[in-house]
């Protein structure tokens, strides 16, 4: 249990293209997704977190507008990367928060990243 | 402010020695959460142990234990017998909360771990 998906697992796209990153919960609702961006040999950077029905809580210095996240239903959740650079090469990754709680923590389930490749 | 550091930015060692990744942190909070994730060659995240702040017990997991001491701020990872499998990039992390009580990952720089044969 505690699937979660993403999709594509790995995307080439040209530059100026925009590129859609899609983030499902496979087996429970999440009403909280967090994306985040790694960089070859860095850590995690936490890009926004996104709640169900609700606009995105975008980090310090992550453009809004280049970064389209789109939260539409409890197992769903979206990443467009408008008019993509080469700049924007990274690992994406998500996870999902469901709504249980376990030891006082809600639990974040990662997905499998996707690796953009911007020429 | 809160913040994790792994200070080890890369580990090299050879098959079936021991080996301990450092972790430590700084949080102004009372209750919070410490991670410890493996992230393999692939990409994918591997959740290895979550701990919360008033549970100072050491944990073993097989070949794996973690020492958590809060008088030094610090919840390190032991890898005992290391196998090339272990070979990995692990990050401890530290739970924050953000804007709307939607609580935060906070991660160290990762530590890469290679175990040669």
């Known amino acids: 249990g505690a699937v979660v998906s993403q999709h594509p697992s790995w995307v080439i796209c040209k530059s100026g293209t925009s590129v859609k990153i899609e983030c499902r919960s496979l087996d429970f609702q999440a009403t909280t997704m967090f994306w985040y961006r790694q960089f070859p040999k860095q850590s995690l950077m936490l890009m926004a977190t996104?709640?169900?029905?609700?606009?995105?809580?975008?980090e310090q210095g992550v453009e809004k507008d280049k970064f389209l996240i789109n939260h539409a239903s409890l197992t769903l959740s979206t990443l467009t990367v408008t008019s993509a650079h080469p700049e924007d090469s990274s690992f994406y990754i998500c996870s999902a928060r469901p709504t249980w709680t376990s030891g006082g923590w809600n639990e974040q389930f990662f997905g499998p990243g996707t690796r953009l490749t911007v020429l | 402010a809160q913040k994790v550091t792994q200070a080890q930015t890369e580990i090299s060692v050879v098959e079936k020695e021991d080996v301990t990744l450092d972790c430590v942190y700084e949080?102004?909070?009372?209750?919070?959460?410490l991670f410890w994730y493996k992230q393999p060659p692939s990409g994918e995240l591997v959740f290895l142990i979550r701990r919360n702040s008033f549970d100072e017990q050491n944990e073993i997991s097989g070949r794996y234990s973690w020492n958590f001491q809060k008088s030094t701020s610090s919840f390190n990872f032991t890898i005992t017998a290391s196998q090339v499998v272990d070979s990995a990039v692990y990050f401890c992390?530290?739970?924050?909360?953000?804007?709307?009580?939607?609580?935060?990952?906070?991660w160290g720089l990762g530590t890469s771990l290679a175990v040669n044969p």
């Open positions: 949080t102004r909070d009372t209750t919070y959460y």
């Open positions: 996104s709640n169900e029905g609700s606009k995105a809580t975008y």
């Open positions: 992390a530290l739970s924050a909360t953000n804007a709307g009580n939607n609580r935060k990952l906070i």
